[in-house]
T-cell receptor, first 111, second 114 residues
Framework: GQNIDQPTEMTATEGAIVQINCTYQTSGFNGLFWYQQHAGEAPTFLSYNVLDGLEEKGRFSSFLSRSKGYSYLLLKELQMKDSASYLCAPVTNNAGNMLTFGGGTRLMVKP | GAGVSQSPSNKVTEKGKDVELRCDPISGHTALYWYRQSLGQGLEFLIYFQGNSAPDKSGLPSDRFSAERTGGSVSTLTIQRTQQEDSAVYLC????????????FGAGTRLSVL
């Protein structure tokens, strides 16, 4: 089965760094996606990890440890526009395209 | 098209009526997904189409829900005899193995059942 755990809400200050953790248990696993979703909008792709380690992309980085069932999203130099929900989504089929989404972490960035 | 297109963007219906929601995926994407998102909640998987294979319907909540995908492109999600608990945003996404299976989402259809 699938079990995904991430914090419901986080608050951080503009310019700071925040780390959003995600732990998961899935019956099949083939990578993990992170999506960003602003209120009232569709989710948009942020990152995809298929191997263990850190993937860096500008202000956003994502880390994966498959053996520990653990991932995190790191946001640096926070901006007000980063206030959104961040969805952790492990892949759960061998074809690599079925995702199970966590409930999301709502991040509020304050001045 | 350039992105995933969904229509209508908003739908208000009366309890007991049937509704049809449409999704037009990105051209060339073989996989298409439907999700449901209630207010303040995460995404709930409904159904998945991959090419000409039989769809994965494991997420459909009841037999009032059905979906089809014609010609491997446009998909229609049908909800029969709508109930108030069906009120949610229905999101469609499509993906391609040549694009790392990244799912691209449409803007969704906000369904309100009165």
């Amino acid at each position: 089965g699938q079990n995904i755990d991430q914090p419901t809400e986080m608050t951080a200050t503009e310019g700071a760094i925040v780390q959003i953790n995600c732990t998961y248990q899935t019956s099949g696993f083939n990578g993990l996606f992170w999506y960003q979703q602003h209120a009232g909008e569709a989710p948009t792709f942020l990152s995809y990890n298929v191997l263990d380690g850190l993937e860096e992309k500008g202000r956003f980085s994502s880390f994966l440890s498959r053996s520990k069932g653990y991932s995190y999203l790191l946001l640096k130099e926070l901006q007000m526009k980063d206030s959104a929900s961040y969805l952790c989504a492990p892949v759960t089929n061998n074809a690599g395209n079925m995702l199970t989404f966590g409930g999301g972490t709502r991040l509020m960035v304050k001045p | 098209g350039a992105g995933v297109s969904q229509s209508p963007s908003n739908k208000v219906t009366e309890k007991g009526k049937d509704v049809e929601l449409r999704c037009d995926p990105i051209s060339g994407h073989t996989a298409l997904y439907w999700y449901r998102q209630s207010l303040g909640q995460g995404l709930e998987f409904l159904i998945y189409f991959q090419g000409n294979s039989a769809p994965d319907k494991s997420g459909l909540p009841s037999d009032r829900f059905s979906a089809e995908r014609t010609g491997g492109s446009v998909s229609t999600l049908t909800i029969q005899r709508t109930q108030q608990e069906d009120s949610a945003v229905y999101l469609c996404a499509s993906s391609s193995v040549t694009k790392s299976n990244i799912q691209y989402f449409g803007a969704g259809t906000r369904l309100s059942v009165l």
